[in-house]
């Protein structure tokens, strides 16, 4: 089977979907593999690398598109990569389900099949293809270094000559996969930690952190849908959230915030007023900004500096660090294809629980 990995062109997009490490197992398998020249680069994976795991390197994304039977990429191509997809080709990719169904009715009508990464169900069987999980992961990380970079003080206690320093403050509202990475994250740098989710099953894991778990009466059992995901709150449910929030945010250094409901724009739990309240110097990182943002005050992409309060937008953190995000990425999509092949051959079988679920297009037809 011919499996291409093509040069990510989103802007400040990173990532490779397959790093070499991947490809080499995936020629083990006796796999062709063809890698777009520069494919790796920005992730620190040059095209040497791809060679010596067993490689070609195609030119261009039409070189390395042609005759492939299975595209791997990180973001949905656009029209014109949807252009050079051959006929019949499965495509596996990050394709945003919710905004896609023009690229979808596109690539449908060049009889692809497409498997888009985000829908892999969160069930144990395939925890080692959630990219949703891994790249999470990335996010929590990074949003804690970027918000110690930016507060004007230290995050650990710290006893010296000169004194003594107070620890600072972190908060994490939504402990899934990315606010647990947070509040690890900032405990390992020494702040004093705190976390708020309306799913109760998240109280026990962000203690296990070391972290404070916020109580709020809003926070059950009956908060937690399908999938381990939260359901939407009600409108009162909703308002004493955010009375819940505004109690505990005024006092604190860094805030991370990553609440999300899947299908719908982020719930709005950190308000201008609440914003105002805190202290200068303080900083909200908000990793919902892409679906609109738990911060009222939120720009996707900027940083507002509200009264010496800054408020960051956070877009796209895993591929602010491509190579872990990539090789992470990477053995979610390397599982995947393990998954799918039968006999040497790409066999999508929609009736299995985790194919199924991730196949928008087969064979031309448009999945509802
Ligand atoms: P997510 O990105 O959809 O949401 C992030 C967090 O925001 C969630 O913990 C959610 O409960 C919380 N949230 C939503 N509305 C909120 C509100 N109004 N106030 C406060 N918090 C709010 O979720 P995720 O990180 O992708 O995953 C959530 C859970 O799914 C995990 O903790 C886990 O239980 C489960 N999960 C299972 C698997 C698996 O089994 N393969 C993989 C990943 C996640």
Redesign the pocket.
């Given at each position: 089977m011919r499996i291409c990995v093509v040069a990510e062109t989103a802007p400040r997009e990173h990532r490779v979907a397959l790093v070499p490490d991947s490809v080499a197992k995936l020629v083990k398998a006796g796999h062709e593999v063809v890698v777009q020249a520069g494919a790796g680069a920005a992730a620190y994976h040059d095209d040497a690398a791809y060679v010596a795991a067993g490689a070609s390197i195609a030119p261009d994304a039409g070189t390395a598109h042609a005759g492939a039977q299975v595209i791997c990429r990180v973001q949905r191509p656009t029209d014109a990569e949807v252009a050079l997809v051959p006929e019949g080709a499965t495509l596996i990719a990050m394709m945003a389900p919710a905004s896609a169904a023009s690229i979808v009715a596109a690539l449908a009508a060049r009889k692809a099949t497409v498997l888009a990464l985000e829908l892999?169900?969160?069930?144990?069987?395939?925890?080692s293809m959630?990219v949703?999980?891994s790249q999470?992961t990335v996010a929590g990380y990074k949003a804690v270094l970027i918000a110690a970079s930016m507060i004007p003080r230290f995050l650990p206690m710290l006893t010296t000559a000169a004194g003594s320093i107070t620890p600072a403050r972190a908060f994490v509202?939504?402990?899934?996969?990315?606010?647990?990475q947070a509040l690890a994250t900032a405990r390992r740098l020494g702040a004093v930690t705190s976390g708020?989710?309306?799913?109760a099953?998240?109280a026990e894991?962000v203690k296990s952190l070391g972290a404070t778990f916020v109580q709020s009466d809003?926070v059950s059992a009956a908060?937690?849908g399908t999938?381990?995901?939260?359901?939407?709150?009600s409108d009162d449910?909703?308002a004493r959230?955010l009375a819940t929030?505004a109690k505990h945010i005024k006092d604190q250094d860094l805030v991370i915030s990553?609440?999300?409901?899947?299908g719908r724009a982020?719930?709005r739990?950190i308000t201008a007023d609440m914003v105002r309240s805190m202290r200068p110097g303080s900083v909200i990182i908000d990793l919902?900004a892409e679906t609109g943002g738990?911060c009222e005050l939120t720009v996707l992409g900027e940083t507002i500096d509200v009264n010496g309060v800054m408020v960051v937008g956070a877009a796209n953190l895993p591929a602010t660090l491509p190579t872990h995000a990539s090789q992470m990425f990477s053995r979610n999509v390397l599982t995947l294809l393990q998954h799918l092949v039968k006999d040497g051959a790409l066999a999508v079988d929609l009736d299995d629980e985790i194919t199924g679920a991730m196949t928008l297009t087969h064979n031309g037809q448009v999945r509802s």
């Open positions: 892999v169900p969160r069930i144990t069987r395939a925890q959630d949703l999980s999470a509202i939504g402990a899934g996969v990315a606010g647990l708020f989710d309306v799913r099953a998240a894991q809003v908060a937690e999938g381990g995901y939260a359901k939407a709150q449910e909703a959230t929030i990553t609440a999300a409901i899947p982020a719930p739990l919902a738990n």
